[in-house]
């Protein structure tokens, strides 16, 4: 007999479901490929200009990260600390921004080392990141 149902597991950021055989590892959590390749690559972004000329700023001028965030990035950013960490439907409640908007504001904001992404019981939860 077939036991296909046992070895589909669904994607913890995306819900999308993938055979156990296809599926990654990302910090325990089981993700698809799109979502592992996604969380890993750090420069995977809708405006890598941006990102990099953030970043250049950040070198060249010796200013802190958080002073290149644009004004919703960093109202995230203020909501994130505020709270400590905050899940990811949290943070949609709160701004009333579309997600993909958010989640772009958040690669930025991880890429500049001032957030992460954790799952915790099985949401997206964002944490300021401590140095
Ligand atoms: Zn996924």
């Known amino acids: 007999m077939e036991s296909s149902i046992e070895k589909v597991i669904k994607c913890q950021f995306c819900g999308q479901e993938v055979s156990i055989e296809e599926a990654y590892t990302w910090f325990g959590a089981k993700v698809c490929e799109d979502c592992y390749i996604e969380r890993s ?37 203020n909501i ?6 905050i899940t990811l439907d949290e943070l949609l409640e709160e701004l009333k921004v579309p997600k993909s908007e958010l ?13 992460i992404e954790q799952i915790e019981k099985g949401k997206i939860v964002i944490a300021p990141l401590k140095k």
Do not use: D, F
């Not at 994130?80 to 960490?85: D, L």
């Not at 989640?103 to 957030?115: D, G, P, Q």
């Open 103 to 115: 989640e772009s504001h958040i690669a930025i904001m991880r890429y500049l080392e001032l957030v």
């Open 41 to 77: 690559s750090p420069v995977r972004l809708c405006n890598p200009w941006a990102v990099y000329s953030a970043k250049h700023t950040l070198k060249a001028y010796g200013v802190k990260a958080e002073e290149v965030l644009t004004e919703k990035q960093r109202k995230i950013y």
């Open 80 to 85: 994130v600390k505020a709270r400590g960490k």
